[in-house]
């Protein structure tokens, strides 16, 4: 580290410079320093106690600024990251809140859609399926979706979002099924409509149906087919008007829609303003409590700088004169004091602030109190005009019975009237009613005449119906013989077609087996000829190589090969050429004597072998003989071959071209026989093709009948429908005539009921002028009783008046009383407040008079002030332990202590307060940090 002088200090060490700059200026130790290399760690010059914590806090002073200036860059970048994480915040909210929105309009327009189409059929489905989303839409109408998002968590936002999902899927279904059910309804409307006027469709079972249940007859009269034809025509054009109201009412529900949406976002951008204008309310507040406190700093910072430059000054002006007058000794005495005496003034100002600290918070307990007592003024203030509202219940009886009374009065006085009137009223409707009366029976029996006719007419319709339908039903029984007849007789011819069908199914099944057998054959055929050319190849490479080929007779006696066997012997005991020579060349004899085997073989098959086998384990078991022989002459050859080598050397070349030329034509011939083959294949082929051709003719004549046995079963069933149509218009024309039976007996009935209500209403008619006589003499006695009812009434106004002034009196002594209580109250509480400011003073002259003696009791103002420290130093020590400082404080008794021995406490599980035993929990004591 360098040295810095000590007139070299920066501005922000003022009051260090004004303590520490007059005694060292000057001094032999700032002239020796000057000389000195400073190695990296220095101690300081220390003259007292208060140059060392003054060095102590340079330092740490110093190290404050760096981890500031380190706090000051994280904390802008922290601010920067900040900034773009709630810019992508709010981007992510308005997109969240804008699928929301269209979302819920989606689901609400399906709702709608599902109302309009369904009408009542699928409301209560959709009430029952939409509880949890109606609880969900409250929730949000309550809160913002942004704030119900908050409060989920990731599962239930993951369930709720699938409910929400299968929810408008369900929807999304019903409404396209309900789409669809109204297209087939319409499309089955138009083909009604579009179906001729005179034909019904025989074939379907609904207008079978609907035919026999409205009793229709195939031969319609000219004038309803006029009213089939303006029905029709209205239907088609109240379908025309209904397509058009369907179009003016979608882009209605298109422009609801858009303004729906606009709504929707409008009020989601009023919700994130108002969130907006929170947070922003919230910032400005800390900012002004910010403001505030960096206000009271500023000035606390400017009285002390303002100290502190005079400071400076007296301390320049004391220093100069004391160089002239004394020396280093009293400058240093005069720092000591001046320091002292900041020190003192310091402390003082730390106790005024101690003093104000407790008066603000006994105004904070004061103020508190006060508003608990304006609350539970205000609560009574409440119940006394709830008690004036609802007056007691003595008054409130008298109220009532003269309210009572009143109204008894009217009522009665209103009801005779009403009663005179309802007499006279009686009176003509009893008139009329015997009028009615007699026009009723007249009418009556000219409606059952009129009914009789009708049902004659009837009765004679339906016997002509009976009748028809018998016809007809005769001549569907004829057609229906005749028809089971004709199916008998193209049963027997529709068996043996099926038998002929079956014959050429088994017959085109063994062709194709036997194709594949051929074709199999061949394969194996190609792959010998193949072999044989391999063969060849390699016969011609050994006629290149000037390999010997030694024919071998058919016939090999074992004398002979005895014989050659031990010519080879000898021959190899005294030639050891021959052995080298025979090692060599023993590959090339082997398949030349191969291939000459194989081409003796092939020759004795052709001579003496019947034709070709048929089966391929035949063939296999000819080519393992063949192999064996071949190994045998294999074995001959090379005893042959050693002993015949320089005897038969010359005739080795004629004898191998005239076995190549023998290979070359027993190829050739297999070749043919290849061709032969594969032209029977051929042929094989074409007859398939020719019997599958008939086959496909058998299968569509096959088809045809079949296709004439449906149309029959057709033309019965029509029959059979006819039939049934026939029995169900007998069965209803016999309903029909059973019912008019019971309609006559009905009316027959009704008129008997007539004559018996005409009597009653006779009857009752004397008992009504019976009760209007009554009726009068109670009238007469309810004028006797209103008469007295009227001077009980004047009576009871005369009481209300009366009651009406004693009121008004007691109001006026209540508003005085009142007015004198709020006078006394408002005294008493200034009298209180100046009482606890007496109070407040007198507890401050007291701390003032024990400063005081204390500054008596102790000469120098060091030692009080090392009292003062030590006081402060219990008051900050842990009462319990008496080491640790103060750092913990419980919740509930708001008992502070250091944090070590509450935690010990807890771990030894003596979880009470130490002064008051008050008990504590895990939760219920943390960390403070005294200033």
Known sequence: MPKRSIGSEDSEDDELRASSSGPCRDSPLAKKQRYIEFEPIRICSIGSVKEIDNCVLRAQHYKLCEKFRLKEKIRLDLEKRIEGFERRQIQDDAVMCIINRYWNRLDEEMQLLLQRLDGGATTVQI????????????????????????????????????????????????LVQAVSRIGEQNGRIITILQVENSTVSPGTADEVRTAVEGGLVKRV?????????????????????????????????????????????????????????????????????????????????????????????????????????????????????????????????????????????????????????????????????????????DDVKNSTEYKCLQTAFNSLFEDSKLQRKEDEELKQQIVQS??????????????????????????????????????????????????????????????????LMNSLNTQNTQLKQ?????????????????????????????????????????????????????????????????????????????????NGQNSDQHRNAIAFSPPPPTDLAEAQKLIQRLRLERDRYRDKLRSLARAD???????????????????????????????????EEDGL?????????????????????????????????????????????????????ELLDQSVQSLENQLAAKLLHCQRLEEKERVLTENRMTIELELR???????????KAMEFSQLATDLRLRLDRQDIQFTELRESVMKKASSYEANANKIKRLEEEKSSLKRKLERAKRMEKYENVDELLQEENRILKESLTCPSCKVNRKNAILDKCRHVFCFECIRLRYDNRRRKCPKCNAAFGANDFHRIYLE
């Open 781 to 791: 006695i309810r004028d006797q009783n209103n008469e007295t009812l009227r001077k």
């Open 514 to 594: 036997e194709v594949a057998r051929l074709k199999r054959k061949c394969t194996e055929m190609g792959v010998q000829i193949q072999m044989c050319q391999k063969e060849l190849d390699g016969e011609r490479r050994v006629n290149n190589e000037n390999y010997l080929i030694i024919k071998l007779e058919d016939e090999i006696t074992p004398g002979s090969a005895t014989e050659g066997g031990g010519h080879n012997a000898e021959m190899d005991g005294p030639s050891p050429i021959l052995d080298g020579i025979d090692v060599k060349k023993e590959e090339p004899p082997d398949t030349t004597s191969q």
């Open 685 to 737: 082929m074409q007859e398939m093709e020719s019997t599958g051709q008939a086959f496909e003719e058998l299968q569509e004549q096959h088809q045809k009948l079949v296709e004439q046995l449906r149309e029959k079963d057709d033309v019965n069933l029509k029959l059979m429908s006819e039939r049934i149509r026939s029995t169900q218009a007998q069965k209803k024309m016999r309903d029909e005539r």
């Open 221 to 393: 009269s000219s004038a309803s087919l006029n009213i089939d034809t303006e029905l029709r025509k209205q239907t088609r054009s109240l379908l025309e008007e209904n397509n058009r109201l369907q179009k003016l009412l979608t882009e209605f529900q298109s422009k609801n829609h858009r303004l729906g949406i606009k709504t929707t976002s409008y009020d989601d951008k009023v919700t994130m303003m108002a969130l907006r204008v929170d947070s922003l309310t919230t910032e400005i507040e800390d900012l002004r409590y910010r403001l505030h406190k960096s206000m009271q700093r500023e000035e606390k910072l400017d009285c002390r700088l303002a100290e502190y430059i005079k400071k400076q000054d007296a301390l320049q002006i004391s220093t100069t004169t004391a160089r002239s007058e004394a020396g280093e000794p009293q400058l240093n005495g005069t720092g000591e004091e001046l320091a002292s005496l900041s020190k003192s003034k310091l402390e003082e100002l730390q106790q005024d602030l101690e003093i104000q600290t407790e008066l603000a918070s006994n105004r904070l307990a004061e103020l508190q109190e006060m508003t608990e007592r304006n609350k539970s003024l205000s609560a009574d203030v409440e119940n006394c005009k709830m008690k004036l509202k609802y007056i007691s219940s």
């Open 434 to 499: 015997k009028q009615t009366f007699e026009e009723q029976i007249n009418s009556i029996k000219n409606d059952n005449l009129i009914a009789l006719d009708r049902l004659q007419q009837t009765v004679i319709e339906l016997d002509n119906d009976l009748n028809t339908a018998r016809r007809e039903y005769e001549n569907v029984c004829v057609d229906y013989e005749v028809n089971t007849a004709s199916r008998e007789q193209a049963m027997p011819i529709n068996e043996q077609m099926n038998a």
């Open 645 to 679: 080598l320089k005897e038969k050397r010359k005739s080795w070349n004629e004898e191998q071209r005239r076995r190549l030329k023998h290979l070359e034509d027993q190829c050739e011939r297999l070749r043919r026989e290849l061709q032969s083959a594969k032209q």
């Open 127 to 174: 009430d029952a399926e939409m509880k949890d989303e109606a609880a969900s839409s409250s929730q949000h109408d309550n809160g913002h979706f942004l704030s119900v998002l908050a409060q989920w968590s990731c599962e239930e936002m993951d369930e709720k979002l699938k409910q929400r999902v299968e929810f408008s899927q369900r929807s999304l279904a019903k």
